[in-house]
């Protein structure tokens, strides 16, 4: 008898980098090739395919990808039939220059080649596959990802950016604002419902820019706000221009929707706002966080901060250190002014030196701290209701998971406490980073 060689199913290993909509895009990739025949790999050495999802909005990070890159080449070259596939903002971002710096890899592809993957991969060949076309219709609606598990999870609702802020490279890695239909984020919401999920964060770039006909952000609140078995609905980034009266309204006016927002403030000097090109002067943003509070009593903000933008003076530095105390921020992201090429900051220059850069940047997270800490004390005392994630990092036996203001709470688990359970916990402590409760059933 003749022996069918035997043919298994290929194996993918993922690893993503970035912000959250990279994490959501890994599992849209994790689904459409799960539905070509590959299953994944939890370590690049079992793996016949390795792929980087990654980020290219700051130089570190890139640096990073490309470290790991040179790392999996050693891989291939022990390995030769692995194909190693750089994917996401920093195969746009770079392009051909990549193939130059990494000739090992057998494919480059942006954010909207995903659909194509499949192909791609199937076609051995000697030339790298260089696929970067934006594409302004593809939004993957009803593609279906692969959720990694959990009671949260992230649901793409529009994709690109119009805004080109000066310093940003992501208009020019993820193309133009597209939202993805509503029924089809209905669908999506319903479908991680039925599998569990208790918490959706929408996703977009200028989330709150969505709009698909006559529906706009605040409707699409208000539409997912209707489906059973979601209890809690969060979304992220929405730019502060595109924070309409009915996004505000529906965020008040929905209980479901928490009341957390991230909201990038990035400076604190209206000069320093005019070069970024964002749109608004401080006034108008702490107008609008009056008017949210106004709105949703008691919301928490969380904000990104670029330090050592080109022409920040120690003044402009100043004002962003007064407004973050004026606005009393719940948590913020800080970063170091990194120019992109390609940006329109690009060609203004890089005026702050790298040791400037670094003090401002330790002094706004000194400050940050300070300012987490006042807020999350002031939660002490309180009964929160928190969405349970799992067990703690640390402390044996306690329970991790988030407040309605995205804090992090833990406490002592008891057995019939499990993951997507929402438990009141009275808060005992809290630390700049975290809140320490018991269950208060
Ligand atoms: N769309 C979101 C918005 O406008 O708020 C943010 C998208 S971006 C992935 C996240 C953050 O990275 C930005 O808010 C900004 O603070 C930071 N960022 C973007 N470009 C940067 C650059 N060239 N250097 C340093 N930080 C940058
Ligand atoms: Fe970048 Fe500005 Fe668009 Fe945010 S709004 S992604 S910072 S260009």
């Given at each position: 008898?003749?022996?069918?060689?035997?043919?298994?199913?290929?194996?993918?290993?993922?690893?993503?980098?970035?912000?959250?909509?990279?994490?959501?895009?890994?599992?849209?990739?994790?689904?459409?090739?799960?539905?070509?025949?590959?299953?994944?790999?939890?370590?690049?050495?079992?793996?016949?395919?390795?792929?980087?999802?990654?980020?290219?909005?700051?130089?570190?990070?890139?640096?990073?990808?490309?470290?790991?890159?040179?790392?999996?080449?050693?891989?291939?070259?022990?390995?030769?039939?692995?194909?190693?596939?750089?994917?996401?903002?920093?195969?746009?971002?770079?392009?051909?220059?990549?193939?130059?710096?990494?000739?090992?890899?057998?494919?480059?592809?942006?954010?909207?080649?995903?659909?194509?993957?499949?192909?791609?991969?199937?076609?051995?060949?000697?030339?790298?596959?260089?696929?970067?076309?934006?594409?302004?219709?593809?939004?993957?609606?009803?593609?279906?990802?692969?959720?990694?598990?959990?009671?949260?999870?992230?649901?793409?609702?529009?994709?690109?950016?119009?805004?080109?802020?000066?310093?940003?490279?992501?208009?020019?890695?993820?193309?133009?604002?597209?939202?993805?239909?509503?029924?089809?984020?209905?669908?999506?919401?319903?479908?991680?419902?039925?599998?569990?999920?208790?918490?959706?964060?929408?996703?977009?770039?200028?989330?709150?820019?969505?709009?698909?006909?006559?529906?706009?952000?605040?409707?699409?609140?208000?539409?997912?706000?209707?489906?059973?078995?979601?209890?809690?609905?969060?979304?992220?980034?929405?730019?502060?221009?595109?924070?309409?009266?009915?996004?505000?309204?529906?965020?008040?006016?929905?209980?479901?929707?928490?009341?957390y927002l991230h909201l990038p403030v990035q400076s604190g000097s209206d000069r320093m706002l005019a070069a970024m090109e964002r749109g608004y002067s401080v006034g108008q943003y702490l107008e609008l966080v009056e008017r949210l509070r106004r709105a949703i009593p008691g919301l928490a903000?969380?904000?990104?901060?670029?330090?050592?933008?080109?022409?920040?003076?120690?003044?402009?530095?100043?004002?962003?250190?007064?407004?973050?105390?004026?606005?009393?921020?719940?948590?913020?992201?800080?970063?170091?002014?990194?120019?992109?090429?390609?940006?329109?900051?690009?060609?203004?220059?890089?005026?702050?030196?790298?040791?400037?850069?670094?003090?401002?940047?330790?002094?706004?997270?000194?400050?940050?701290?300070?300012?987490?800490?006042?807020?999350?004390?002031?939660?002490?005392?309180?009964?929160?209701?928190?969405?349970?994630?799992?067990?703690?990092?640390?402390?044996?036996?306690?329970?991790?998971?988030?407040?309605?203001?995205?804090?992090?709470?833990?406490?002592?688990?008891?057995?019939?406490?499990?993951?997507?359970?929402?438990?009141?916990?009275?808060?005992?402590?809290?630390?700049?980073?975290?809140?320490?409760?018991?269950?208060?059933?």
């Open positions: 008898m003749e022996h069918a060689e035997l043919k298994t199913q290929p194996t993918v290993y993922l690893e993503t980098y970035g912000c959250q909509m990279n994490i959501a895009d890994s599992e849209l990739i994790t689904g459409i090739l799960r539905r070509a025949g590959y299953i994944s790999a939890a370590r690049p050495e079992d793996a016949d395919v390795i792929l980087l999802n990654t980020c290219a909005i700051r130089e570190h990070a890139e640096e990073r990808a490309l470290g790991r890159l040179a790392d999996l080449a050693r891989l291939k070259h022990r390995r030769p039939a692995i194909r190693l596939g750089l994917l996401g903002c920093m195969a746009q971002h770079n392009r051909a220059r990549l193939v130059e710096k990494a000739p090992y890899l057998d494919l480059v592809a942006g954010p909207d080649s995903y659909r194509r993957l499949p192909e791609f991969l199937g076609q051995a060949g000697f030339d790298p596959i260089v696929d970067v076309r934006l594409d302004r219709g593809e939004t993957y609606a009803g593609l279906g990802a692969d959720h990694a598990g959990g009671p949260r999870a992230y649901v793409t609702v529009m994709r690109g950016c119009d805004r080109f802020c000066a310093f940003c490279v992501v208009p020019y890695v993820r193309g133009r604002e597209r939202s993805v239909p509503p029924e089809a984020v209905i669908e999506e919401c319903r479908a991680l419902a039925a599998g569990g999920v208790r918490e959706v964060v929408l996703l977009g770039q200028t989330v709150n820019a969505y709009r698909h006909g006559a529906v706009d952000f605040g409707r699409l609140l208000t539409m997912v706000a209707a489906i059973d078995g979601i209890g809690r609905i969060r979304f992220t980034s929405p730019h502060p221009c595109d924070m309409t009266p009915s996004v505000i309204a529906a965020m008040a006016a929905e209980s479901k929707v928490q009341p903000l969380s904000t990104d901060i670029i330090v050592g933008f080109h022409g920040e003076e120690e003044n402009d530095f100043e004002a962003t250190m007064a407004l973050m105390r004026e606005v009393g921020f719940d948590s913020a992201f800080t970063f170091k002014y990194s120019v992109r090429e390609n940006t329109r900051a690009y060609r203004l220059g890089d005026s702050v030196s790298e040791p400037e850069k670094a003090r401002r940047l330790s002094a706004v997270i000194e400050l940050q701290e300070s300012l987490s800490m006042a807020r999350n004390q002031a939660q002490v005392g309180k009964v929160l209701d928190v969405l349970v994630e799992g067990p703690a990092r640390r402390g044996a036996g306690m329970l991790s998971g988030k407040s309605p203001h995205f804090k992090t709470a833990v406490f002592p688990g008891t057995p019939n406490i499990i993951a997507g359970d929402t438990v009141p916990v009275r808060i005992v402590s809290a630390s700049s980073h975290s809140l320490v409760g018991v269950p208060a059933i």
